[in-house]
């Protein structure tokens, strides 16, 4: 069952992908979606036998897969609780977006291609949260990073589709290298890389030290900063965030997929499954939770300025993955698990909300160009409305359990260490923000009066002059031509609901985002836990968060409830009551109006660090190198030589008998001449 669960995906993407020219579009789509949820039932079979009642096993497939020197890999798959949970979410959110990319996409003349991307992506996925190895998880985190490129880029003759899909690519790989670092550390300290084997040997190399870059470092430190290195990438954490925006480029399901349940969150899920070696790291945690305080903070504030409906919930994502590493760094590592499963629900409940959202409005992404939409597509707002309510933390919803239980193991950890204070201090803040720009998205969409009938569907300049703000480029070409590269025309102005297929995964997703929280608690970080997470995760003698953040003053648990309720007074003040505030706000404030506009210049910034310098150095070597030197001496200059030759040599065949008489006669008066003076010696 475990190997159907990984592998029916696979078939999927190759059926679809060699075959799909035969079997058409329609039969990819049911193909790749049945077999999805397929692989999704046996998910949520397994969870409920190793998460409730069963014993963690796995399941040798290739013995021997590679061998080098005394590296010796097999493929097996590891299935525990933690294999399970991700396995639930991972094939759960990529049914539900199979399915409703069928009505998203049915226009699209690519759909045989496009599906066949999404299973292979969900292959990878499956491939890296079932790994026994460090081989085997990097198959499926290259995997992934490979599939997301293929997706971001799906529309491949859009210019800024192929500078997002690149820019992926590049800034993962500068993850990725730390991540293999990581890999060579582990086996240099261990002699393996199977988890049994380096989970056994890991209390031994604590305060164990290695000799490198020219001085002695904590090898256990340094290991783990190598392996966060390489989720900083893959989950676009501070500094290796930028990819992540831009990857709003691709089609919305895409974007949910991303976002929500899968390639985000594998950095998550590979420090929280290596946590024997980050257990024996405490400096290494200490980054893990300033580099996800910082991103939660850092993501939040972005996200009050955005105008773009899908990169406001793109930097939501960014600064709940900030949330799930401070879960983690603080050594609840059940706690950052536990908010991974519930975001996993009601953040891709509202990337598909968006999609329909975009649908009705015709492509249109920007919300100035919106308003009133609640009575013209009531479903569609209701289900935005229920993923809105459980990512800004209203009780009894799934974030309030998961986001407001890191906030208060924060507050725990804070009295031991001065991380875990500037932790709790960030994402409190970020609280606030959160609930202020996941509101204001819902205003400005949902409320007021519907500013879609004075302006063209398409135009995403006409409310920037209204609003006093020059276009930046999230406001010029980052329509979602998704679902249908077809025009729908100016003339359907009208918003509609969406499809069945579009709006089913909107009622599945909304139970999970106001149920899963109230229903999982108990065993994710409540009374159950050690017995559900058995040895899946590990804590060490010392860690007690889980115990310690129940004994916090009470004004800490009141203290998300009160920073959600005050962003969304904020925000119904400033959509609702008084529209005209922001626009002073953002005239008064235009320095930091247009810094938070342009994500902290970090764009800019690595553009004049990095991507300028490599390509001079580029053009150098290949204009000054390759061209100048290399080509102009060798297979360039030694051609011009002999062109140069043979055109000196060709004007002596001129084709008159007395120029060749004329030659033949110097000819021989030189040979005689030389015979003459050789004969005098």
């Given at each position: 069952m475990v190997a159907a669960i990984v592998f029916l995906p696979l078939l999927g993407f190759l059926v679809a992908g060699l075959y799909g020219r035969w079997i058409g579009a329609r039969g990819s789509e049911i193909l790749t979606t049945t077999l999805l949820f397929v692989s999704c039932?046996?998910?949520w079979i397994v969870f409920a036998r190793i998460g409730f009642s069963g014993e963690p096993f796995s399941v040798h497939l290739l013995s021997n897969w590679m061998t080098s020197g005394g590296l010796r890999v097999d493929w097996a798959l590891r299935v525990d609780t933690l294999t399970a949970v991700m396995l639930v979410v991972?094939?759960?959110?990529?049914?539900?977006?199979?399915?409703?990319?069928?009505?998203?996409?049915?226009?699209?003349?690519?759909?045989?291609?496009?599906?066949?991307y999404l299973s292979l992506f969900t292959f990878a996925m499956l491939s890296l949260v079932t790994a026994d190895n460090l081989a085997q998880m990097f198959f499926g985190w290259e995997g992934v990073g490979l599939a997301s490129y293929l997706?971001?880029?799906?529309?491949?003759?859009?210019?800024?589709?192929?500078?997002?899909?690149?820019?992926?690519?590049?800034?993962?790989?500068?993850?990725?290298?730390?991540?293999?670092?990581?890999?060579?550390m582990v086996f240099l300290l261990t002699g393996s890389i199977s988890f049994d084997t380096i989970f056994a040997a890991a209390p031994g190399l604590a305060h164990k030290s290695i000799h490198m870059f020219g001085g002695d470092w904590d090898a256990m430190t340094l290991t783990c900063l190598l392996l966060f290195m390489g989720a900083m990438g893959k989950s676009a954490q501070f500094l290796l965030h930028t990819w992540l925006p831009d990857a709003m480029e691709g089609p919305t399901p895409v974007s949910a997929l991303i976002h929500a349940a899968t390639m985000v969150t594998a950095g998550v899920f590979m420090v929280a499954r290596l946590s024997p070696l980050f257990e024996q790291a405490p400096d290494a945690l200490t980054v893990v939770t300033i580099i996800g305080a910082t991103t939660a903070f850092f993501a939040a504030t972005i996200g009050l300025v955005q105008n773009d409906i899908k990169r406001v919930i793109a930097y939501s994502t960014c600064s709940q993955l900030g949330y799930m590493f401070v879960g983690l760094g603080v050594g609840g590592y059940s706690l950052g698990i536990f908010h991974l499963f519930t975001h996993a629900f009601f953040k891709a409940l509202l990337f598909l909300g968006?999609?329909?959202?975009?649908?009705?409005?015709?492509?249109?992404q920007d919300m100035r160009n919106m308003g009133g939409l609640a009575k013209k597509i009531p479903i569609t707002f209701w289900c935005m409305t229920f993923g809105t309510l459980a990512l800004t933390g209203f009780p009894l919803t799934a974030g309030y359990f998961s986001k407001d239980a890191i906030i208060e193991a924060s507050y725990a950890a804070g009295l031991h260490g001065q991380a875990a204070t500037y932790a709790f201090v960030m994402v409190v803040l970020a609280a606030g923000m959160t609930s202020f720009y996941s509101w204001r998205l819902v205003f400005m969409t949902f409320f007021g009066k519907p500013r879609w009938e004075q302006a063209d569907p398409r135009d995403a300049h006409a409310m920037a002059v209204a609003h006093h703000d020059a276009p930046s480029e999230e406001d010029a070409g980052h329509e979602d031509h998704g679902h249908a590269h077809g025009d729908h025309g100016h003339h359907a102005l009208d918003p509609h609901e969406s499809p069945n297929t579009m709006m089913i995964p909107l009622y599945v997703l909304s139970i999970g985002a106001i149920f899963a929280g109230l229903a999982f608690k108990d065993f994710f970080i409540g009374h159950d836990s050690a017995e559900f997470w058995r040895t899946s995760l590990y804590f060490g003698p010392e860690n007690h968060i889980l115990h310690e953040m129940h004994e916090i003053p009470e004004w800490v648990g009141t203290l998300p409830f009160l920073m959600m309720l005050g962003g969304f007074i904020l925000a119904a003040y400033m959509y609702i009551f008084s529209p005209e505030t922001p626009v002073r706000l953002a005239a008064r404030f235009n320095p930091l109006y247009k810094f938070l506009l342009n994500k902290w210049y970090f764009d800019e910034l690595y553009d004049f660090l990095f991507v300028r310098p490599a390509f001079w150095l580029g053009r150098l070597f290949w204009k000054g190198g390759d061209g100048a030197i290399i080509d102009r001496l060798g297979p360039d200059g030694i051609a011009a030589r002999v062109?140069?030759?043979?055109?000196?040599v060709v004007k002596l065949q001129t084709g008159y008998i007395y120029n060749y008489a004329f030659a033949m006669l110097i000819g021989l008066a030189a040979i005689i001449t030389w015979y003459l003076v050789g004969g005098v010696h």
């Open positions: 039932l046996f998910s991972v094939t759960t959110v990529s049914s539900l977006v199979h399915l409703y990319s069928i009505g998203y996409m049915h226009e699209d003349p690519s759909r045989q291609r496009f599906f066949a997706l971001i880029g799906f529309w491949y003759e859009k210019p800024s589709a192929n500078a997002a899909a690149i820019k992926a690519f590049v800034v993962n790989r500068v993850g990725d290298f730390g991540f293999a670092l990581g890999i060579f968006a999609g329909s959202v975009i649908h009705a409005r015709h492509h249109e062109v140069d030759g043979a055109s000196w």
